[in-house]
């Protein structure tokens, strides 16, 4: 790894056993999630990784911060290999790389109030000692702007943006230097969606926290990313800076998700269209 390079994969692969059952059509095989991905992503750069549903960008995510093991290749992170046991206690990427959620309600717990949310990994991290929480707390709400009367809430007693921000602000709490971001706006309305996007382009200048973006939306990925990796069928098929590739992609399946980008059209009103 160079200097500016905190994650390198290298020819990863994540594949899934595929067992035959009553309802399932053939035998016994082999699901590719991935399949002999690599790709290098530099210290404050936000890094779209897109594809259609399937395409095994999700895995490739939870591959990186230790939630699915491998089955070969090498991931580096911050200069440590953790491709050999991911999960094990006191792995030195533990509180460096973190993660957020598509769907909060499902990464929430539902039982606790957002200040024993935020607290949690705090505490578990022993990053604070107990009399210096509350502050945090307070810190962490204002970054995603939240105010500080939400401590007391539940996840059920906030929209789905107000949630969403309650997970970054979870992500953030143990000041991680990269963060996966599996799809974070795509169960958003449209106005919400443009407002999560900002605080996370807030966050790289503001904290200078690198971003892996998973995303199908190539609208949004262009928004967001200096960087984009497309996937198909669990390989990169295409990367570039973000400005090269959707000016002039290279492969005709990167044309085609470019055309399926929806276009507004401006119909004229009806009072001037001659009769």
């Known amino acids: 790894m160079n200097g500016k390079e905190i994650l390198r994969i290298e020819d990863v692969k994540v594949h899934f056993s595929k067992r035959a059952n009553l309802f399932s059509r053939g035998g016994k095989g082999v699901i590719k999630a991935v399949d002999g991905v690599s790709l290098g992503m530099n210290r404050g750069e936000i890094y779209g990784i897109v594809g259609e549903s399937g395409s095994g960008k999700t895995t490739l995510g939870r591959a990186v911060i ?22 094990r206690k006191g792995c030195p990427h533990r509180t460096k790389v973190q993660m957020i959620f598509q769907d909060p309600d499902s990464s929430l717990n539902p039982n606790m109030n957002v200040g024993g949310l935020l607290a949690e990994p705090i505490l578990v991290n022993r990053l604070l000692p107990k009399k210096l929480l509350p502050e945090r707390l307070g810190e962490l709400l204002d970054m995603v702007d939240l105010p500080k009367n939400f401590l007391g809430r539940y996840p059920h007693q906030m929209s789905g943006g107000q949630k969403q921000r309650v997970a970054i602000a979870r992500a953030m709490a143990v000041d991680p230097e990269l963060i996966i971001a599996d799809e974070p706006t795509s169960a958003l309305d449209v106005s919400v969606q443009a407002q999560i996007l900002n605080l996370l382009m807030d966050l790289k200048e503001k904290k200078g926290v690198s971003i892996m973006f998973i995303s199908h939306n190539m609208a949004v990925v262009r928004h967001i990313s200096d960087r984009v990796a497309v996937m198909r069928a669990g390989r990169i098929i295409e990367a570039a800076p973000a400005e090269k590739l959707f000016v002039s992609p290279r492969e005709d399946y990167t044309k085609k998700l470019l055309r399926a980008i929806p ?13």
């Open 66 to 87: 230790g939630l699915i093991q491998i089955c070969s290749g090498e991931i580096t992170v911050f200069g440590t290999k953790i491709s050999v046991n991911p999960r």
């Open 263 to 275: 276009k507004i059209r401006r119909y004229p009103c009806p009072a001037m269209v001659p009769a």
